[in-house]
């Protein structure tokens, strides 16, 4: 499947962020892009809704997880997943949409976020890439999803990538936003250009243990800063912003959002039990579930361009760029484009 359009053209140090470990392997610059409205204006825009029609807890794997839940419990499950400095309220009028188009909407706090707790102390606090989908895996299979349409952005699509590799047989189709985002410590350590790091400089402070205090100490401000610059054009209120900053008061927040970006600058080794699996991911193999990749136009975060990782889908495949000012948290600035990409990839062909 292909959508055509003529593609935007971005800077350089965005697509170097991301893109250059993709770039390094050759990879072909093959997508193309449908332009679609955010959809606003259309009574299923941003703001509509402020909370969730249940929330619920289940113990799963090493964890308690939180979660949010709605629509039939007979649907095909949705799971959505958020990114880093959010939380599930990204995902508060997605929800309600795939909800009345009859999908079972799943929307888990990951570790360190909101009411999702370790149900050990002596559990590694390890915020590794493949924990994120050991997590998932266990969470559905606490809650008997055999298999589910997984839909994230920002850390959430690197786990529903990380799922369709690892476990695609429990992927029925996937939604990622900035498309194929499963990293490695090698492509890690290699320097970009000087710009490129320059948007992750966040990455470079967590390295430092005045960046672990400074977060420790200034969680929400930091928090807010991200966002700010991640999604320029976003006039979110202190309202919509209090919501999410309130899961990263999470006691394990600092410890798992340090770990992640320590293990993949290579300066903290994984657990050895996942070594495996990270030697797979490592490995970049291609994702051939249904997919629909999406970007905003105007996202402020780092992130690789479409033509970088068109070749990593290998089954039925498109690509969305969302129009109007939409930055990196999509779901949450363009809610009805979001939904409307879980529906339309859930009716790809096999």
């Given amino acids: 499947m292909s959508e055509h359009i003529n593609q935007q053209r971005r800077r350089f140090f965005n697509t170097a962020a991301l893109g250059l470990a993709a770039a390094q392997l050759g990879l072909s610059t093959r997508a193309n892009a449908a332009t ?22 289940v113990k799963a794997g090493l964890l308690d997880v939180g979660y949010a839940e709605d629509g039939p419990a007979n649907g095909v499950p949705v799971i959505l997943l958020h990114g880093w400095p959010y939380d599930i309220h990204a995902f508060v009028d997605v929800a309600p949409i795939l909800a009345a188009a009859g999908y079972r909407v799943i929307v888990p706090y ?53 799922m369709a590799v690892l476990w695609p047989e429990r992927c029925k189709a996937m939604v990622s936003v900035s498309g194929y985002l499963i990293g490695t410590q090698e492509a890690n350590r290699k320097p970009l250009p000087p710009q490129a790091e320059l948007q992750w400089w966040y990455q470079y402070y967590f390295a430092t243990e005045r960046g672990e205090s400074g977060y420790r100490e200034y969680t929400h401000e930091f928090a807010r800063l991200i966002w700010e610059l991640a999604s320029p054009k976003w006039s979110f209120d202190d309202a919509t912003f209090n919501r999410s900053a309130a899961a990263l008061d999470n006691a394990d927040q600092v410890a798992i959002a340090i770990s992640n970006y320590r293990w993949r600058l290579g300066l903290v080794k994984g657990e050895t039990k996942y070594d495996l699996l990270e030697e797979k991911l490592a490995r970049r193999p291609a994702i051939a579930i249904p997919t629909i990749t999406m970007e905003g136009d105007a ?39 979001f939904a409307q990409a879980v529906i339309d990839v859930d009716k790809f062909p096999v």
């Fill in 299 to 337: 996202n402020g975060a780092p992130h690789p361009e479409p033509g970088a990782y068109a070749r990593m889908f290998t089954g039925p495949y498109a690509h969305r760029l969302i129009m109007g000012g939409i930055g990196h948290n999509l779901p949450q600035e363009a809610p009805h484009a």
């Fill in 36 to 57: 679609f409205p955010s959809g606003a204006g259309d009574g299923k825009a941003a703001g509509a809704h402020t909370s969730f029609a249940s929330l619920k807890q």
């Fill in 110 to 162: 990951r570790r360190g976020y909101g009411t999702t707790r370790f149900l050990s102390a002596d559990t590694a606090r390890n915020g590794q890439q493949s924990v994120f989908a050991i997590d998932l895996l266990a969470f559905m299979d606490a809650l008997n999803i055999d298999n589910a349409v997984l839909a994230g952005f920002d850390w959430g699509a690197r786990i529903a990538n990380t």
